[in-house]
């Protein structure tokens, strides 16, 4: 099974930028779509996009046009782009393999371990 490692998040004012990384521990070209989930304090766990192993793409309506997803399978990597951040993008944010569907609502994730999660806390 695959596992991931979260990285980048900070405490950022609103307005700002950051890029977060996930580490896959096995190769994932050709074969995995990614997706970046987030869990705010007393919320749970839901997805902000999704990019399928030929990379495509889903997003979350309230970060689209602020937030861009793309991979770099040789490196076994996955980026969320997060400009714009508000003070509600404050969560844990996680990264996990998942069946992607053209439908948002549909796309879940394949497995039920979750990596450590990286902090984004945005607040002035």
């Known amino acids: 099974q695959v596992q991931f490692v979260e990285s980048g998040g900070a405490l950022v004012q609103p307005g700002e930028s950051l890029r977060l990384s996930c580490a896959a521990s096995?190769?994932?070209?050709?074969?995995?779509?990614i997706g970046w989930y987030r869990q705010a304090p007393g919320k749970a766990r839901e997805l902000v996009v999704a990019?399928?192993?030929?990379?495509?793409?889903n997003y979350r309506d309230s970060v689209k046009d602020r937030f861009t997803i793309f991979r770099d399978d040789p490196k076994r990597r996955v980026y969320l782009q997060m400009n714009g951040l508000k003070p509600e993008d404050t969560a844990v944010y996680y990264c996990?393999?998942?069946?992607?569907?053209?439908?948002?609502?549909?796309?879940?994730?394949?497995?039920?371990?979750w990596g450590p999660g990286t902090q984004v806390t945005v607040a002035s």
């Open positions: 096995r190769d994932i070209g050709g074969l995995y779509n």
């Open positions: 990019i399928s192993a030929g990379g495509s793409t």
């Open positions: 996990s393999a998942v069946r992607f569907y053209p439908d948002f609502r549909s796309i879940v994730p394949m497995f039920t371990s």
